[in-house]
């Protein structure tokens, strides 16, 4: 698994980007010093599979709520990732060029936010949240939306980049909470699949699918898509196959272990946990496939609802599937690859100046990261933005 590339030295940040980093640093005059003298600095993590808006277990309620309100949700959600750490979020199914206005003027205290808009499901798919006996409309949502067809597609893809959308997010197999859909089964066509990669490709972006099962994920690779999202019944041979075409795997392990953990509380119904349990228990052996396979695994969260605060479960439950270096170079540099980004995931000249302090060493320790209680310091564009859970 090798070791972690640590060094003494010290980072200058300047505008918001690494100018410096060296053993010898000497401040200048009316510089600000952060002492970061015995504790271990990672770059800022990242969580690539984060749901600002989802504010209940449940689509529908979302859908038919004031934005204003869920907006409002969405800012404490995002302000409490940012303090356990994470300086940069991919949103795969919600998000707006307004919360994205905000955020980059600074009137919410956030990580970096990286959108999608609605993520697009075929009807009778996983975005389609109505039940077999329900007239319930499913168009224009804000985190889903059921588009069906070619050029519905491409007007859909194009709406997305017009509103700022920094990928695309699809449907290719069924989903836990999901009412009428099983999870092995691929959803839309290969020519609805390549019509959207197609038009993303167009604007130097990439399509993230939602796929659980061999059979989708290949279906959604060999169709042109990069980034997939969950994967836990990845086998061999579709990992060999993801590894050749250059697509990524973005494992959402927390998710399960809190819908395990807590769905009898949350109103989760048997369906949607029998689907749950499936998954769960596959998860892992999915990840350490992925990474044989040479894989680029990244990190995402994925809790829905009141299991926001659980986001930190993902990470411990990815240590224990491979290693505490694995788990930490997956939400870090593993998610600047899939996010094409970079400028991110790495202490270098060029880069963000999204910096952590902790007081252990996270890739030896993974509680250092996954235990909310444990000290660490947030810095964001070189400004402290959180310690020790605290906004600064």
Not at 318 to 329: G, K, V
Request: charged residues 25%; proline residues 4%; aromatic residues 4%.
């Amino acid at each position: 698994m090798g070791e972690a590339a640590y060094a003494e030295a010290s980072v200058r940040i300047e505008d918001g980007v690494i100018a410096e980093v060296s053993s010898d640093l000497t401040p200048r005059p009316g510089e600000r010093v952060i002492d970061a003298a015995g504790r271990v600095v990672t770059p800022g993590l990242i969580d690539a599979h984060f749901h600002a808006y989802a504010i209940t277990l449940d689509s529908e309620p979302i859908e038919r709520t004031l934005l204003s309100y869920v907006s409002l949700r969405a800012q404490h959600r995002l302000h409490d990732a940012l303090r356990r750490g994470f300086t940069t979020v991919r949103d795969p199914a919600g998000g707006d060029a307004g919360l994205g206005r905000a955020i980059a003027e600074g009137w919410i205290a956030s990580p970096r936010y990286l959108y999608t808009g609605a993520a697009l499901s075929q009807t009778g798919g996983h975005g389609d949240y109505r039940s077999g006996d329900s007239e319930v409309c499913v168009h224009d949502g804000r985190t889903v939306e059921v588009v069906d067809g070619v050029d519905a597609l491409r007007v859909a893809v194009r709406e997305r980049f017009r509103g700022g959308a920094h990928a695309i997010k699809i449907m290719t197999s069924g989903g836990v909470v999901s009412p009428v859909d099983p999870i092995r089964v691929p959803q839309y066509s290969a020519e609805e699949i390549r019509a959207v990669v197609e038009e993303a490709a167009r604007r130097g972006s990439y399509v993230a699918a939602h796929a659980y099962s061999p059979e989708a994920i290949a279906h959604s690779v060999r169709n042109g898509v990069r980034s997939i999202e969950h994967g836990n019944l990845l086998d061999a041979a579709t990992a060999r196959l993801m590894a050749e075409a250059g697509a990524v795997l973005v494992p959402t392990l927390g998710a399960y272990d809190a819908m395990e953990r807590l769905g009898d509380a949350l109103g989760l119904s048997q369906v949607a946990q029998a689907k749950n349990r499936e998954v769960l228990e596959a998860g892992g052996e999915a990840v350490r496939l992925a990474l044989d396979a040479g894989v680029t695994v990244g990190f995402g969260s994925d809790n829905m609802g009141d299991l926001v605060s659980e986001q930190l479960v993902g990470i411990r439950l990815l240590a224990e599937a491979t290693s505490p270096l694995d788990a930490l170079r997956a939400v870090t540099a593993g998610n600047a690859r899939v996010l094409q980004r970079d400028d991110l995931g790495r202490i270098a000249v060029g880069a963000a100046g999204d910096l952590v302090l902790w007081d252990a060493d996270p890739s030896t320790d993974i509680d250092t990261i996954a235990d909310a209680s444990r000290p660490r310091t947030v810095v964001q564009a070189g400004r402290i933005a959180a310690t020790d859970g605290r906004t600064a």
